[in-house]
Structures are given as C-alpha cells and as structure tokens.
C-alpha cells in the first residue's frame, strides 16, 4: 500500500501497476485480517503513532458505517488518536485506504489492475530484455520493467499438521480458540505470545472488572488444569507501551547518509557499531536527559546493555512488568515519555540502514549483546494487554521460565513438544508439554527459503553476507566449524547473515554484489540479517521511499 501510494504520488501518468493479491482483498494484509487476528488481538501502535496514509483513523471513524464498529465498541466520541485499536478494525481501516488510493490513482490518470486470488509462485529475471517476468498459481506469465516484492509474513510449519499439539506459529488465531484442561508451553514472551495469550484464555476461562476497576481472571471449570508457561532466554518480560516524545520515532538527530558515507570512506568501507552506539544513542541524552547521560557516558554498548540487562534480571519479572505498567502510565498521564527506552527504539530503527555495512565482527556484538535487550524493550506492550498477563499471573494462570541460550524444543512422540533447557542454577530439565506454540515472532527466513525458485537457481539473489574487518577472527570462526562462515579467492572471510543481501534502494543483489535495477525485495522475512529491526508501519513507509527514488532512474 505504501508502495502504491508512492507510485501515484510520483505523478507518473506514463506507468502501468499490477497488483497481485494472493487473497480477495487489498490493505489488511497478515496482521490485520483473519490469518493473524481475532477480535481480542490489538495493534502495538496508535493514531498518531502510523505513518501518514490519506485520511486519520479518527476521520475514517467518523465517515465508516457504525456496524463495522459496533462490535469493539468504537465510537467517533470513545476514539482518540493516542489509542490503540482491534487488529480486525485497523485492518479495516486500511482497507478502506486502499480504496481511497485507487481513487487517487482514477483521478491522476494512472492505469492500475489488482489480481485478486493470484498467488505469485515464482519471478524470473531477463537482463537480456530488461524485464522481469512474474508467474502466478494459475500458470499465466506477465512481463515487467520493475518488479517490487511486498509480500509480508511468512510463517513456514515444520511439525505443525503432523505433529498434534505442536504449533510453529499461534496463526491464523483461530485455531487456538480451543479448550484445554493442561499447561500449554509457549516459546517467546512478547507480542506474538501475547496474541496467543489471549486466544487461549479467552477460550479457557473470563476475565472479571470488579467494582475498583480491577481486572481478575476466572478459569472455567472444564479448564481446571490449563495455564501459559512462557520460555523467554532471559526470562524477562517486554516493556510496556509509553508516551513517546516522537511519536513517529524519526530519529531526526540520528547520522545522515552523509556523515555515514564519509565515516566508510575513511575507514575502508565499514560503518563501527561503537560510532553508531555513540551518535545514535549516547550523544542524544546530552542535553535531553543529562543525568543518564553522565551515568552512560563512559560505557561502551556491552557495558550499557549489561546494566541494563542486569537492572531487570534482579526483580522478579512480573514484579519489574508491573513497575513499568505504573512508569508507563504515568507516563502517558503526563504526554512524558520515558527517553532511554525511547532513543533505544530509535537506536534500533536507525540500524537498518548501516547494519550491511558493518563488519562482520560488529553484527555478531550486535546480534548477541543489543538485539536481545532492544527486543524486550521495543515490544511496547499495549496497556490492555499488561493487565490482562497480570490478571492471569494472579490467577496463578501464568508463568514465565528462563531457558538459556542453549535450551531446545523437539516434538513429543505421543504429541506436543518437549522444552530442553538448563536453569541458573545448571539444572538440566526435559519437560513434556502436551501443546507448545512457537511464539518467537517472524522468523529470518534464509536465502534457500525465498519462494521464488527462478531467482534463486539463476542466480538473481544471493545470501546476504558480511565481510570480517579482521580476516583472522573469520579464519579462526570457520577453524572452530562455524557453519555461517565463508571465504572467497582473495581470502576474505564473511559471516552469513539471514536473507538475501539488498543495496540501500532495497535492490536484490547478486553474487558478485551487483545490484538489480530491476527487482526489490520490502518483504520483511527474507531480509532480516541487513535489517535487523524490520517492524512495522514505518519502515513500509521509510524503505518504500527508498524504492521510489530509484524505481525511475534510467528510465
Ligand atoms: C501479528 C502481527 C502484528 C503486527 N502488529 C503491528 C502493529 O500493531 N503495528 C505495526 O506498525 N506493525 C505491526 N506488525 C508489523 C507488520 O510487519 C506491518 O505492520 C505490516 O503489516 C507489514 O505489511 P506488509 O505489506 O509488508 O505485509 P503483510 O501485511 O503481511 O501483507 C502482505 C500481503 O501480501 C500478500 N501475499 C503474500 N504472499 C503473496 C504471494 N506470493 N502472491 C501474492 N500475494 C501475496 C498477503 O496476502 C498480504 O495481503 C505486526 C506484524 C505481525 C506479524
């Protein structure tokens, strides 16, 4: 959609667009309609937060028929910009939009057709003739000077189907909507948990707002024995939504292109983490916040995330989940936000831009020691979604177990799954579950996965990689059998990331690192290693305007 909306802005009358769907409508794409939510699921971001589309969730509130709302108990009056909404009416929403784009594209003179139910099965490039063929399910062929992949989630079952019990993924939700009388294992302890949180409950049991307003949660009596245990690697719960000061996290002070460029240039085409870190993160609380500035001001990024990190492995995690529910609602009482965990959003944002630029050494500091304290304090929990995981934690319905790096999970012989890990204390436990979910959210999809056969066997793409700045640090990885280590004639070493590798105009890039004027990849699973913080409304917004900058170069 915010391709589209680019494409007509541009004021081209001289294009064609195609778009193929899959399914029978356009704009609620995975998370907004069936296949990834129910009427309990929520977005993690409100109003004001979504990049600008043509009309507001508010104006679009006033003008759509109150049917569709009355369900969720949406009002003009009871909407405000700074709430949340039902996934199910958001994506309606965007739906709606969509339409008003075509409109756009009616009025601009702009020829478009949509493919309803047409499944793209494979992309076959031609830089002979400088086209790109595009093959649905139905077997036809059609030709194109430019090719831009929106495909969005994708979640690959391995067990799920055969094995009962076992899920690779809680959606579509509705298969979760069923009763069970045991505990369900659930990996992961963040938004994709909750969405399965609260299918589950809802299908297990009610929950009660007493007289002071108070939230509880009652089992039903057939569900006697059920409860969540979710298995988090430090078992720590995600922060919770705040205020933000930038609603649209725009990271305005963050490096420009620029300055990033000439920091490669004298530094042999590498961008450092430490000089990001420093920039992006640390230099911003200078003045806004001077007192956490002078607490972090001498600590590198190990040293920052391990305070950090070691500040909430002390309380107990729904102890600290409550605290920040308190912080958070203050917080958005006052329209204060809480800076740090805000700069680290917009740390994380601003990573996706150099992250193919750095070393590879810097990508494994990145991957094992940022990532894993930004994914718990980025998930911004919604506030709803808090006091139902503590309702249920009081209801002794809800648990949480750290399980280590080294924890595993292998699908039950009579069904389900059994979670292998090792406790604080080196205790070493196998446990049985009769039905596990994977709930680690979108799994990195590599370069063999990519659905698209043609563009792969001939070479089109290739697996993102990056270079080790220090070739001995490679060599001795791949002496230790890394088997994400690769070297080429030259004796260079890289570290095999997950995807595809892009250029910075979201170009697929081939092997010899040569960009593809014809062909982009947005779709978000099969280019995570170069963009490692790859959520969210915004960055459709931000890597669509990369898109649109080069779509008519050379034309
Ligand atoms: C459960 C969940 C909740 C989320 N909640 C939020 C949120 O609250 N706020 C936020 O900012 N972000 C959220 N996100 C992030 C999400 O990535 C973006 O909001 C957005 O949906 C991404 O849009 P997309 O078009 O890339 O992908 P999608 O929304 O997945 O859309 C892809 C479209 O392509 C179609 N398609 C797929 N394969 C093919 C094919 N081979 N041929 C033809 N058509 C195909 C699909 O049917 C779908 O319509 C959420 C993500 C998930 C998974």
């Not at 294992?185 to 007289?211: P, Y």
């Not at 177990?401 to 999970?409: F, L």
């Amino acid at each position: 959609m915010f391709m589209f909306k680019r494409l007509i802005e541009s004021g081209r009358a001289d294009i064609h667009i195609d778009i193929f769907e899959k399914k029978n409508e356009l704009g609620t794409g995975m998370p907004y309609s069936s296949d990834g939510a129910n009427d309990e699921h929520i977005t993690n971001v409100s109003g004001n937060e979504i990049p600008q589309l043509v009309t507001s969730i508010a104006e679009w509130i006033e003008t759509t028929s109150p049917g569709k709302l009355n369900r969720f108990h949406i009002t003009p009056d009871s909407y405000n910009d700074y709430k949340v909404l039902p996934r199910l009416v958001f994506g309606q929403y965007l739906s709606a939009q969509f339409d008003l784009l075509r409109k756009m594209a009616d009025q601009a003179g702009i020829a478009y057709n949509v493919y309803y139910n047409s499944e793209v099965v494979d992309i076959i490039d031609h830089p002979d003739r400088k086209q790109t063929t595009v093959v649905i399910e139905s077997g036809e062929h059609f030709n194109y000077d430019r090719v831009v992949i929106c495909t969005g989630h994708r979640w690959p079952k391995t067990h799920e189907g055969t094995v009962s019990g076992y899920y690779d993924s809680p959606y579509p939700p509705a298969k979760l909507s069923f009763m069970v009388n045991h505990p369900v294992a659930v990996r992961g302890a963040s938004l994709t948990a909750i969405d399965a949180i609260r299918t589950l409950t809802r299908a297990n049991g009610q929950f009660i707002t007493d007289a002071d307003g108070k939230l509880t949660y009652e089992l039903s009596p057939e569900s006697a024995g059920f409860k969540v245990v979710m298995h988090s690697r430090n078992g720590l719960l995600p922060a919770i939504r705040f205020h933000l000061q930038d609603s649209h996290l725009s990271g305005n002070d963050t490096l420009t292109r620029e300055e990033m460029t000439s920091y490669r240039e004298a530094h042999d085409g590498f961008l450092s983490l430490d000089y990001i870190f420093e920039k992006n993160f640390k230099d911003a609380f200078r003045d806004k916040d001077p007192e956490f500035y002078a607490r972090i001001k001498d600590m590198n990024m190990e040293e920052f995330v391990n305070s950090m990190m070691e500040m909430r492995e002390d309380i107990e995690p729904f102890h600290l989940f409550r605290a920040e529910y308190i912080e958070a609602e203050k917080s958005i009482k006052r329209r204060q936000s809480v800076y740090w965990k805000e700069m680290l959003a917009i740390l994380s944002f601003s990573m996706n831009y150099p992250a193919k630029y750095l070393p590879a050494e810097d990508m494994q500091r990145l991957q094992k020691t940022l990532m894993p304290l930004i994914s718990i304090v980025i998930a911004f929990v919604p506030q709803s979604s808090c006091e139902q995981l503590l309702a249920l934690h009081n209801a002794g319905v809800l648990d949480i177990v750290a399980v280590g790096d080294d924890s595993h999970v292998e699908p039950g012989e009579a069904g389900g799954a059994v979670y292998h890990y090792t406790d604080a204390d080196g205790r070493e436990y196998q446990t049985h579950f009769e039905t596990y979910i994977d709930c680690v959210g979108q799994p990195h999809l590599s370069y063999q996965q990519l659905p698209y056969q043609s563009l792969v066997d001939n070479y089109t793409v290739s697996p993102a990689r990056l270079r080790f700045q220090n070739a001995e640090v490679g060599e001795r990885e791949k002496n230790d059998d890394n088997e994400h280590i690769q070297t080429d004639s030259t004796g260079n070493y890289y570290l095999k990331v997950p995807g595809i590798g892009i250029n910075d105009n979201f170009q697929v890039l081939d092997n010899y690192g040569a960009y593809n004027p014809r062909i982009y990849m947005m779709a978000v699973p099969y280019i995570g290693g170069f963009n490692p913080d790859y959520s969210g409304l915004d960055f459709c917004e931000a890597s669509s305007k990369a898109i649109i900058k080069v779509i008519f170069e050379n034309d």
